[in-house]
């Protein structure tokens, strides 16, 4: 594992769509490759209109963000991209998650538990904040971070099919 670093700012005026895909496009633009290599980068951004909720610098921050999406519908955009040291393939998934009206109690505690830390948007479906997300519309696995059926089909076209044979 390579983690490019790339800086991962929003630009003034981007939309959260834009961002996440130049995020993702400048990280795997940014991996060096030697022949018969294949990169894989991805980059999640979770949305309220055109307001991106990148990852809370602390509990004060997670704790706005998680009072944001409180008892309403947000999207969450995946980017993943794929390279071969010949091409290029890329694909956006979007999906729209339904956050339940978050008590007193389950925000406090939620935040105490510091599974927020790291999270896009202050959360990790996959995490305890799951209880919080009665309905989504779209693909599970790219709200975790990886859409996994799109990105095997990008690595089967790079050359790199995740089932059969790779020799």
Request: glycine letters at 10%.
């Amino acid at each position: 594992m390579r983690p490019p670093d790339i800086d991962e700012t929003p630009r003034a005026g981007e939309r959260p769509r834009a961002y996440c895909a130049r995020v993702t496009a400048d990280k795997i633009a940014a991996m060096a490759l030697r022949p018969g290599e294949v990169a894989l980068c991805a980059d999640t951004t979770v949305a309220v209109g055109r307001r991106i909720l990148g990852k809370p610098a602390d509990a004060e921050e997670a704790e706005g963000f998680l009072r944001l999406l409180s008892g309403r519908r947000h999207k969450v955009i995946t980017c993943v991209a794929v390279r071969n040291p010949e091409q290029t393939w890329e694909r956006e998934v979007v999906t729209t998650v339904r956050m339940k009206r978050l008590s007193k109690v389950e925000l406090s505690a939620y935040l105490a538990s510091g599974d927020w830390q790291g999270k896009a948007g202050g959360y990790a479906i996959q995490g305890p904040a799951g209880a919080f997300v009665p309905w989504i519309e779209g693909s599970y696995s790219a709200v975790m971070g990886l859409p996994v059926a799109q990105t095997a089909t990008l690595l089967a076209a790079a050359g790199y099919p995740v089932f059969g044979d790779r020799s």
